[in-house]
């Protein structure tokens, strides 16, 4: 099956795109997460509609955001998911992290954490104090707390190729995560500064080395599969609310997917913008249905 290209809009020389893509020729770079694939599932097959495209290098048949969207529809037995293509490996496409962040952890708890890390990897723990937390940082993982004065940090220094490094991310959180009995918060590494600003004592940061898109293409070239909530994408712009019914994404359907999006008018909203409670960086535009405004 080929993909079909509409395209839907221009907006100050940009040109927007959807492409209706087959199901089988996309894949995830990183694992589903079983519960929210459920969810999702159930809603879409509740609703019989895709509120949004997902963001896909066609080309390469990598997903950069929406796998549990595609997850969906390929449990339903839908043939056609709608795309906005991009080209991975273009600037355009910014690849950053997720940072593990534990709040209202007390010394005695962070203590507890570090003598377990240390009992099992021994010398390739190392202990260090530094002033200000550094994402930067080139050993593989590091584990900082701040304790209202300095950061503590454990740092792992043995390099690790991505796979095995992101094994042993997975690693570190269960084993945090089980110790303190509670799980982290994922923040962006470009606004994690931001709730820094006051009370930083008693939090705990678990961060992995900067990876890059290469790493990425390589690992999904490979079959393999990144944990989930391992890496996060700024895109160049994204469509929201197109509202397709999924019954127009069978292959005997498609004529009215063609139709039904041909007659989609955009509207743009601007960037970094909440739309309800998630923020967007890049432009959004919004599809505008017949008879709406």
Not at 104 to 110: A, I, R, S
Not at 180 to 185: A, G, I, T, Y
Not at 228 to 241: A, D, E, N, Q
Not at 243 to 271: C, Q
Request: overall charge negative; hydrophobic content about 40%.
């Amino acid at each position: 099956m080929m993909s079909q290209r509409v395209v839907s809009y221009s907006y100050m020389d940009r040109e927007l795109v959807i492409e209706l893509t087959s199901v089988d020729s996309l894949r995830p770079h990183e694992m589903i997460i079983e519960e929210l694939g459920r969810r999702i599932t159930q809603s879409i097959k509740e609703d019989g509609i895709l509120m949004d495209p997902i963001i896909a290098d066609t080309k390469l048949g990598l997903i950069i955001d929406g796998t549990h969207r595609w997850s969906a529809l390929r449990n339903l037995g839908i043939d056609y998911i709608p795309v906005i293509p991009l080209d991975y490996l273009s600037e355009g496409v910014k690849l950053y992290r997720w940072i593990r962040v534990y709040e209202g952890v007390g010394e005695k708890e962070f203590l507890n954490v570090g003598n377990e890390l240390r009992r099992e990897y021994g010398d390739r723990i190392e202990v260090d104090k530094i002033e200000e937390m550094d994402l930067k940082h080139e050993t593989p993982i590091e584990l900082m707390y701040n304790d209202g004065e300095e950061w503590l940090v454990y740092r792992y220094n043995k390099q690790l190729d991505i796979i095995s490094l992101l094994d042993l991310l997975k690693g570190f959180e269960e084993k945090v995560s089980t110790i303190l009995n509670r799980q982290p918060s994922y923040i962006d590494e470009k606004n994690i500064g931001k709730m820094f600003k006051e009370g930083l004592k008693g939090v705990l940061v678990l961060s992995y080395r900067v990876i890059c898109k290469r790493e990425i293409i390589d690992i999904f070239k490979k079959n393999l599969y990144l944990p989930p909530k391992t890496t996060r994408h700024v895109i160049p712009y994204r469509l929201i609310g197109i509202n397709m019914p999924v019954d127009y994404l069978i292959n005997t359907n498609l004529d009215k997917a063609l139709k039904f999006l041909s007659g989609l008018k955009i509207e743009y909203l601007g960037n970094n913008i909440f739309v309800g409670e998630r923020f967007y960086e890049e432009d959004v535009y919004k599809a505008i249905h017949s008879g709406q405004g």
